[in-house]
């Protein structure tokens, strides 16, 4: 098992060293200046001057791409060009929405993608399967910004029972609060979820039914095991291989695919930041954005091998 986490360890740090250099040379070593493209063409060649020192752009590429990781591996960013603040704080703060309503989204995906496709397989090819299969295949064909639209339209128009947009925030102190916070990201959370719960339902059902054929499964029911337990004891679990790449991806795509619904929803996270940057053309904050959103990909896959070894011990041996 040491072994094993030292191997995935390795190729996780690596990643993360061919992720920068990717997104330094796409944002840095692109035709063009960075000053040029934040200033505009108006600009005069000595505010171009003043920040091109300011962003570093006067020193050679090596040197810059050593001093942004270097200060990245310290905990020390850049300051932004449009806030005046550090990118680290102002990713920290937009972090305390982005990453609540990432998780929220995640578990009702889990939740309801488990449950209807471990239901689905259970009635193969019978009512309850057929229904299962097409309310996904609907899930799949929405796109989560219409289904926000109208969640929006129903829950807070109509009815009435949320806000249409907006955060209050965590704190009481600034008006808001633990319970209003949580209630004002249940409908994005939703929104981002629908989609992600149809695709993981039918990975799951088709999983299931395969492991449902079995042997070791012939033998639990002939020792006395109902269809229920032996679904939840036994095929699940074996199933989770296909179903837990499917969820690393997802919640990957979760986290980094909140730019369209903070926008409809008015919420102030990640997506919303990366968002007015490249509005702004920030580009300092725009890199830091992206080479975060990255270093989450990569860690919830290095996540998603260990809980494979976890799973099937036989991972471990080969």
């Known amino acids: 098992m040491a072994l094993f986490l030292l191997r995935r360890l ?30 505009g063409t108006s600009a005069t060649p000595e505010s ?12 050679p590429a090596p040197l810059r791409y050593w001093h942004w ?8 960013t850049a300051e932004s060009i449009s806030y005046g603040s550090p990118t680290a704080e102002l990713i920290a703060e937009r972090l305390q929405v982005t990453l609540p309503l990432a998780l929220m989204a995640m578990a009702l995906t889990v939740v309801l993608a488990l449950s209807l496709g471990v239901y689905a397989a259970s009635r193969h090819n019978r009512l309850g399967d057929v229904g299962v299969m097409a309310a996904s295949q609907v899930g799949i064909a929405i796109p989560n910004f219409w289904f926000a639209i109208l969640l929006i339209l129903v829950f807070a128009v109509k009815l009435r029972w949320v806000s249409a947009g ?4 965590w704190s009481e102190e600034d008006g808001g609060g633990f319970w209003p916070a949580l209630g004002a990201l249940v409908l994005p959370a939703l929104a981002l979820a629908v989609v992600q719960a149809a695709i993981l339902a039918r990975v799951t059902r ?13 033998t639990a029911r002939a020792k006395g095991l109902s269809r229920r337990q032996a679904l939840w ?20 795509n979760l986290v980094t695919g909140t730019v369209v619904i903070e926008n409809v929803f008015v919420l102030p996270g990640i997506g919303r930041l990366v968002f007015q940057a490249i509005a702004n053309r ?17 860690a919830v896959n290095f996540v998603v091998d260990v809980l494979y070894a976890l799973i099937d011990p036989r991972l471990r041996v080969s």
Not at 69 to 76: C, F, N, W
Not at 282 to 298: E, G, W, Y
């Open 206 to 218: 088709s999983a299931v039914l395969e492991v449902m054929r079995e042997d070791f499964v012939r």
């Open 282 to 298: 920030d580009l300092v904050v725009v890199r830091d954005v992206v080479m975060l959103l990255a270093a989450v990909v990569v």
């Open 69 to 76: 990781i270097s200060g990245l591996l310290q905990g020390r």
């Open 166 to 169: 907006g955060f209050p925030g």
């Open 233 to 252: 004891r036994h095929v699940l679990r074996n199933a989770m291989i296909p179903v837990l790449t499917v969820m690393g991806l997802q919640f990957a």
């Open 10 to 39: 390795a190729t996780f740090f690596a990643t993360l060293a061919v992720a920068s250099l990717v997104v330094f040379s796409v944002l840095e070593l692109l035709p063009g200046n960075a000053a040029e493209v934040i200033l």
């Open 48 to 59: 171009l001057a003043a920040l091109q020192t300011k962003l570093g752009l006067d020193q």
